[in-house]
């Protein structure tokens, strides 16, 4: 297809055609059909002039951009002014408005130690007009007991859980071939090896 398409745009069509951009220049100076030749250069004039007309407006940010860039001013992190002022623009407008405060203040209680404020964040969102941060309270509220401890303590079961999640990558990994002997020797030869 890479030939294909390499022969297409050097040489046009089987070397018979010209290119298919000579066409499509052809084809936006105006030449669809027939035309007398004054049409066809007021239509070339009319067409050049919309090119030249330069769009005032400011080019559009990607979503990705402004996402990272409100996650930079959620935690706090250092900002230049055109990132402040994107921020102060898209405050403006409601949605964003809701959003941002409402993941604003969920990582302040977070990153804080009052667990009680967790309660107070979910009633405060839970009949949210955005359906996304509904579902989220609703999904903290099923799991609060667990919330509320990890914004109490300081201790983690990620260890734990990490090293749970490598015992069954390896048994996945023999799964039928070898019995449980192998299967705890490999963990142990693992962990003295990779660690």
């Known amino acids: 297809m890479s030939e294909i398409y390499r022969e297409v745009k050097a040489e046009g069509f089987h070397g018979s055609c010209t290119p298919f951009y000579d066409h499509y220049k052809y084809l936006l100076d105006g030449h669809r059909g027939y035309r007398a030749k004054k049409i066809a250069e007021k239509m070339k004039e009319e067409m050049d002039n919309k090119m030249k007309t330069v769009d005032n407006k400011e ?5 990705k951009t402004i996402s990272l ?39 302040r209680i977070i990153k804080g130690d009052d667990a009680a404020a967790i309660k107070t964040w979910i009633t405060s969102y839970e ?23 990890s914004i109490a303590f300081d201790v983690s079961n990620g260890i734990v859980e990490g090293y749970v999640n490598k015992l069954k990558e390896v048994k996945r990994s023999m799964y039928g071939r070898a019995k449980i002997e192998l299967l705890k020797r490999k963990m142990v030869l693992d962990t003295i090896f990779f660690n």
């Open 59 to 63: 080019p559009l940010i990607p979503i």
């Open 127 to 149: 009949k949210s007009s955005i359906g996304k941060i509904r579902t989220f309270v609703y999904g903290i509220k099923m799991d609060i007991k667990a919330v509320a401890n």
């Open 69 to 107: 860039i409100a996650n930079k001013s959620i935690c706090g992190k250092k900002m230049n002014n055109e990132e402040k002022d994107l921020i102060i623009k898209m405050l403006r407008l409601e949605w964003f408005k809701e959003i941002y405060t409402a993941s604003k203040n969920f990582y």
